[in-house]
C-alpha cells in the first residue's frame, strides 16, 4: 500500500504513525498532518505543506509585546503557548504541538516546571518525534530565500551575538531598547548614538562613531515641532543610511525609518524607491478612535508581513488627517514599533 492510498494520519496520531507504523516525517507536514508536501520545515525534521509554508513565512518573526513569538516556532499557529525561559530565546511552542510531536501530556508538564528551556536551546537534538536541525538557523535563512521574497539575514548563536549599536535620529529611542533588554548598565552593553541634526555629518563621522548595527529615524512626533521641510528628514536619513551600510552584507545590519503621514505622496514614492520597498501602515486605537498612524520602512522581518500592516487602509489616512488638524498626537511613533525590534534579539545580545 503506498503513503497517498493510507489514511492521512492527523496530528493527533502523527507520532504512532512515524514511531509505530514507520511513516516517513519528512513525507508528512508536521505542522497539521498534511500528505501534500511542499518543502522541508526549517528548525526540525520533517515536512510542511504550502499553505503553512505562507503562514510560516508570514508570522515567524512576529512578536508580542511580551517580548516572544506571537505564535509557536512549530506550527505558527497555536492559541495557548508555552515560552522559553532561556532569557538568549524569544521562542514559543504551542500545547497541539508538544503534545503530538513530543507526547501526550508534554504541555502540562511544561506548565509545572518553573524553568523550561525549549527544543531549540537544549542540547539534545530529539525529543519524540520532533528533532532539531542541527544547523536550524543557517536551515531557515535558506528557507526563507528559496520561498519568500524576503531576504533575511541568517539568526545568531546566542555566544555568537554582539552588543547592539544604535544611531537613532531625529528621535531617542533609548527607552524603547531598555524595555526590550538591548541596553544594560554594563560596560559591554549595547549603546545608541543620538542625532537631531545633521546638517554637518559626514561620512567621516558616521565611520568614527561607528560601525553601527541599526540606523533608526523618524518624522517628528508632534505636528508643530518641525524644524525643516518634512521631506528634509526623510532625505537626510537615506544619506546617513549609505554612509552606515556594511559592505556585501558581511553582517546583520537592519534599518527602519517611521512617517506620522506628515510626508507628501511624492516624497514617498521616493522613499519606497531609494529604499526599495513598500511601506506597511500601523496604527493605534485608543477605545474607539484611532490616535496615532505611521507609515514605515524597514528591512527588519517582521515588518513587512501582511500581518503588521493595517487592513482600514484608506480610512487611516482620513483619520490621520483629522489627527494632524487637531494636533492630538498622544504618542511618539516609536512607542508604536517597540514589538518589531524583538527579532533583533536573534542577533544582538541583551542584558
Not at 516624497?267 to 474607539?288: G, H, I, N, Q, S
Request: glycine fraction near 4%; aromatic fraction near 12%.
Amino acid at each position: 500500500m503506498t503513503l497517498a492510498s493510507s489514511p492521512r494520519p492527523n496530528r493527533e496520531n502523527l507520532a504512532h504513525e512515524v514511531m509505530h507504523k514507520k511513516r516517513n516525517i519528512e513525507e508528512i507536514c508536521i505542522c497539521c498532518g498534511s500528505l501534500e508536501i511542499h518543502a522541508q520545515h526549517p528548525l526540525f525534521h520533517g515536512g510542511i505543506c504550502a499553505p503553512c509554508t505562507e503562514r510560516f513565512l508570514e508570522r515567524f518573526f512576529l512578536c508580542d509585546n511580551d517580548g516572544y513569538q506571537a505564535d509557536c516556532a512549530i506550527c505558527c499557529w497555536g492559541e495557548s503557548l508555552v515560552m522559553c525561559d532561556d532569557p538568549a530565546c524569544i521562542r514559543s511552542f504551542c500545547t497541539k504541538c508538544l503534545d503530538a510531536l513530543v507526547g501526550k501530556g508534554m504541555a502540562e508538564n511544561i506548565k509545572k516546571t518553573s524553568q523550561w528551556v525549549c527544543f531549540l536551546c537544549l542540547p539534545l537534538d530529539i525529543h519524540g518525534v520532533l528533532k532539531k536541525k542541527k544547523k536550524w538557523q543557517a536551515e531557515l535563512k535558506f528557507f526563507y530565500d528559496q520561498e519568500s521574497y524576503l531576504w533575511i539575514y541568517q539568526p545568531l548563536s546566542p555566544w555568537e551575538r554582539k552588543p547592539i549599536n544604535v544611531l537613532s535620529l531625529f528621535d531617542n529611542i533609548t527607552q524603547e531598547l531598555k524595555c526590550i533588554g538591548f541596553l544594560g548598565k554594563s560596560k559591554d552593553s549595547g549603546r545608541v548614538k543620538y542625532l537631531n541634526d545633521l546638517t554637518d555629518v559626514l561620512r567621516t563621522h558616521i565611520e568614527e562613531w561607528g560601525p553601527f548595527d541599526v540606523i533608526f529615524g523618524s518624522t517628528p512626533a508632534l505636528a508643530n515641532s518641525y524644524e525643516h521641510p518634512t521631506a528634509w528628514y526623510l532625505y537626510q536619513y537615506i544619506r546617513i543610511l549609505q554612509y552606515s551600510r556594511p559592505p556585501e552584507r558581511s553582517r546583520p545590519f537592519f534599518w527602519i525609518f517611521l512617517d506620522n503621514l506628515v510626508l507628501e505622496e511624492e516624497t514617498r514614492d521616493a522613499a519606497c524607491r531609494f529604499l526599495k520597498t513598500e511601506a506597511v501602515v500601523r496604527y493605534k486605537l485608543d477605545k474607539t478612535t484611532v490616535n496615532n498612524v505611521i507609515h514605515i520602512w524597514s528591512n527588519i522581518p517582521s515588518v513587512n508581513s501582511k500581518y503588521s500592516g493595517a487592513s482600514l487602509y484608506m480610512d487611516l489616512f482620513k483619520l490621520a488627517k483629522d489627527i494632524r488638524r487637531k494636533r492630538i498626537f498622544s504618542e511618539r511613533p516609536a512607542t508604536l514599533i517597540k514589538d518589531f525590534f524583538v527579532p533583533l534579539k536573534e542577533y544582538f545580545r541583551t542584558f
